[in-house]
């Protein structure tokens, strides 16, 4: 019989996955050069002091809800319990909506609940537009490769070519056009010689995939906005099924955690990673993405896109208002970090506050008033007699 101390069962499917991986080594020969790069930058590094690198990655284009700390708290601590480090990335791609407001607010919420990107002597704070420039040299050598074309047919006409569940999709007119033509129009888009819309870069996989998201998905396209990191630098953008496995490659990820809205575009991510692993722009090992359940709750707005309406048409007092789902809000209303990171669904539910019995509730001061105590009295005599 041995003499170890049998190790408790891991408490869901995610830590199983990580044990089973650092158990077999899956990640054991990865390099690590400092900082985020393609396979040549890593290949001067040194074995990799992080056993697993997990990231949150949220758009800044408005504030953390409830539902983000739940993803928080899961890639920050399953970092933590195995000996890693959880990169804090903004997903950046989209220089229409996001601002450094939002990149400020979410900053502090992370750090609110008690989390941090420095590790290992450095910090992991990072960008996605700060990896265009490898963005784009990723595209071009699908392009070169076969794997990708320019096609100007409209929007509309994308959409009704694409096909449905039970349908095939059809294949553009540009699909086969000569891949030197693709590169030459692509460096026009990059220069800025078209207008929003006249042009896409898609990949060239398979319209009659039964998985849509494999029917040639758009990959680039030309957007004319300035970006709040990287100014008027670039007029064309990747699209974010594109950016998000490139950015997951680059920073040496092992463990990809989304939630279940993106399990049908995981065949997606790993395509792109197998097809520049191929051209020698990545490594091996690739990382991995794994799905989890988003947090939802009952009677409760989670939509960053309805809170973004409530906010702007001022119908409640800014992203810190108590009355919403925000962290920024459940702070204000005087929540504890503990509390939120742990007890998430009470931060909506006050009325449950009383059934509590945890150690975080008793690190919180809490201090009430009564606005209107005369109404109150009120109240109480009526309901007396």
């Known amino acids: ?40 930058h890593q290949a001067t590094g040194t074995p990799d002091p992080a056993k697993i ?3 949150f990655p949220p758009e800044p284009n408005g504030y953390l809800h409830i539902g983000h700390a739940k993803s928080i708290c899961l890639n920050f601590g399953i970092a933590r319990d195995f000996g890693g480090v959880c990169h804090m990335r903004f997903d950046d791609t989209n220089p229409e909506k996001e601002e450094q407001e939002y990149v400020d607010s979410i900053t502090d919420a992370v750090q609110w609940l008690g989390f941090g990107w420095e590790a290992f ?26 794997h990708a074309y320019v096609d100007q047919q409209t929007a509309e006409e ?18 086969d056009r000569p891949a030197a033509e693709s590169l030459a129009l692509f460096r026009e888009m990059r220069n800025g010689k078209h207008p929003d819309g006249a042009m896409i870069l898609r990949a060239k996989i398979d319209m009659a995939s039964p998985n849509i998201n494999l029917r040639d998905p758009a990959i680039y396209r030309i957007k004319h906005a300035t970006h709040h990191n990287t100014g008027d ?25 989304c939630t279940l809205e993106f399990e049908d575009q995981r065949p997606f991510y790993d395509w792109v990673l197998l097809r520049l692993a191929e051209a020698g722009l990545l490594a091996h090992p690739l ?4 799905e989890f359940s988003r947090l939802n709750l009952s009677y409760v707005v989670l939509s960053k896109r309805k809170l973004i309406e409530l906010v702007e048409n001022q119908h409640v007092n800014g992203w810190d208002d108590p009355r919403l789902p925000t962290l920024a809000g459940a702070r204000r ?35 009430c008033s009564i606005a209107r105590p005369s109404a109150v009295l009120r109240c109480w005599i009526r309901s007396s007699w």
């Open 53 to 55: 690198r997990t990231r």
């Open 233 to 257: 630098k670039w007029c064309i953008y990747p699209m974010y099924t594109f950016a998000h496995p490139l950015e997951d490659a680059l920073e040496g990820v092992t463990h990809s955690l």
């Open 333 to 367: 209303r005087g929540y504890a970090p503990e509390a939120s990171a742990c007890l998430l669904t009470v931060l909506v539910f006050p009325n449950l506050i009383h059934g509590l019995n945890t150690p975080y509730w008793k690190t919180a001061c809490v201090k």
């Open 158 to 175: 994308m959409r009704q070519n694409r096909g449905t569940l039970t349908e095939a999709g059809k294949n553009s007119p540009w699909r």
């Open 121 to 146: 002597g450095q910090s992991h704070l990072y960008y996605a537009s700060n990896y265009f420039d490898f963005m784009y040299r990723a595209a071009e050598s699908l392009i070169e490769s076969g």
């Open 287 to 290: 990382p991995k993405q794994y």
């Open 1 to 40: 019989m041995s003499d170890k101390t049998p190790i408790a069962p891991a408490a869901n499917f995610i830590r199983n996955i990580v044990e089973r991986d650092l158990e077999q080594g899956t990640y054991a020969q990865r390099l690590w050069a400092g900082s985020p790069g393609d396979a040549s």
